[in-house]
Nanobody, 128 residues
Framework: QVQLTESGGGSVQAGGSLRLSCAASGYRSTCMGWFRQAPGKEREGVAV???????????DYADSVKDRFAISRDSAKNTLYLQMNSLKPEDTAMYYC????????????????????WGQGTQVTVSS
């Protein structure tokens, strides 16, 4: 059974930092991503990582989070991370991790429909 479990969300003030984690079990994917969904808005891709081999990865980010967020993964623990710095009120959303397609081109597109496994989400709230 595939299971993705996010943790690390919370409430912070603008300018603060949070680190999200996503523990995966029952499945290993070359492509893993983070999405977020704010109330009344579509779910959007935030960051993605694609394993080239055991120690090298491609990564890509939405323009809105570039230079502030960093995605990483620990293959030994089968865990995905999202380090979020310089948080802004507009980063407030439910954050989801997801497993995506096994091709970099499809992976980096960060299309919700291409990601087959999802976690339940962790809430991030940034106050001004």
């Amino acid at each position: 059974q595939v299971q993705l479990t996010e943790s690390g969300g919370g409430s912070v003030q603008a300018g603060g930092s949070l680190r999200l984690s996503c523990a995966a079990s029952g499945y290993r994917s070359t492509c893993m991503g983070w999405f977020r969904q704010a109330p009344g808005k579509e779910r959007e891709g935030v960051a993605v990582t694609y394993a080239i081999n055991r120690s090298a990865y491609y990564t890509d980010y939405a323009d809105s989070v570039k230079d502030r967020f960093a995605i990483s993964r620990d293959s030994a623990k089968n865990t995905l991370y999202l380090q979020m710095n310089s948080l802004k009120p507009e980063d407030t959303a439910m954050y989801y991790c997801a497993a995506g397609p096994n091709q970099w081109i499809g992976c980096r597109n960060l299309k919700r429909a291409d990601f087959g496994y999802w976690g339940q989400g962790t809430q991030v709230t940034v106050s001004s």
